[in-house]
């Protein structure tokens, strides 16, 4: 299986609302990745957990929050976000991150939209 | 860190048609290379990679792709195009305790 899957599909809020996205992979992956995605842009890194612990921030606002709760979920937390903030975000995991580069497995992403 | 050229924003090509798409990278040492496609409406697929041996790969619905160690190139081809290769293809550098990086992709539209 490899397949990495991510709720909701597609997310409306408010600037004023909290809510988050969720991601889940059963690959036994060990690193895993939030992605931002602009229309017909590249993937941005926002986040990477290497063994659960967070390995970099590319310099993304607190308004984003990143969670590990464990080896195969992946959680971001989203509150106060503006306009701009409205994206595709995408979830990837690998089978690990450092020394040996191995690819990384997307999930289908979620269509934010803030109003 | 390396950075990633795709030379065509968007290609237009009728079904049948030979396909090349450039990509150029920064980084002299090691890398592991790789081509994304991105179908309409649909997740990010890996079609091949590039990690070491052979500088020709292989990769999914008739793909392939040529690492040019000289020229810091991968470019990605297919000798014979279809209307389901409509899509956005990704090329992706990653270098030992860095992470992925992204070209800025590339348009390909097929005629039928």
């Known amino acids: 299986d490899t397949e990495v899957t991510q709720t909701p599909k597609h997310l409306v809020m408010g600037m004023t609302n909290k809510k988050s996205l969720k991601c889940e992979q059963h690959?036994?992956?060990?690193?895993m990745y939030w992605y931002k995605q602009k229309a017909k842009k590249p993937p941005e890194l926002m986040f990477v957990?290497?063994?659960?612990?967070?390995?970099i921030n590319e310099s993304v606002p607190s308004r984003f929050s990143p969670e590990c709760p464990n080896s195969s979920l992946l959680n971001l937390h989203l509150h106060a976000l503006q306009p701009e903030d409205s994206a595709l975000y995408l979830c990837?995991?690998?089978?690990?991150?450092?020394?040996?580069?191995?690819?990384?497995?997307f999930g289908p992403g979620t269509r934010l939209t803030v109003t | 860190a390396q950075s990633v050229s795709q030379h065509n924003h968007h290609v237009i090509l009728s079904e049948a048609a030979s396909l090349e798409l450039g990509c150029n990278y920064s980084?002299?040492?090691?890398?592991?290379l790789f081509w994304y496609v991105q179908y309409p409406g649909q997740h990010l697929q890996l079609l091949l990679k590039?990690?070491?041996?052979?500088?020709l790969v292989k990769g999914i619905k008739g793909f392939e792709a040529e690492f040019i160690k000289s020229k810091f190139s991968f470019n990605l081809r297919k000798p014979s195009v279809q209307w389901s290769d409509t899509a956005e293809y990704f090329c992706?550098?990653?270098?030992?305790?860095?992470?992925?990086?992204f070209g800025a992709g590339t348009r390909l539209t097929v005629k039928p």
């Open positions: 990837a995991s690998s089978q690990e991150r450092g020394l040996v580069s191995y690819e990384q497995y």
């Open positions: 690959m036994g992956h060990r690193a």
């Open positions: 957990y290497s063994y659960e612990k967070l390995s």
């Open positions: 980084y002299g040492g090691t890398v592991n």
């Open positions: 590039y990690f070491s041996g052979d500088p």
């Open positions: 992706a550098v990653n270098e030992p305790n860095n992470d992925m990086r």
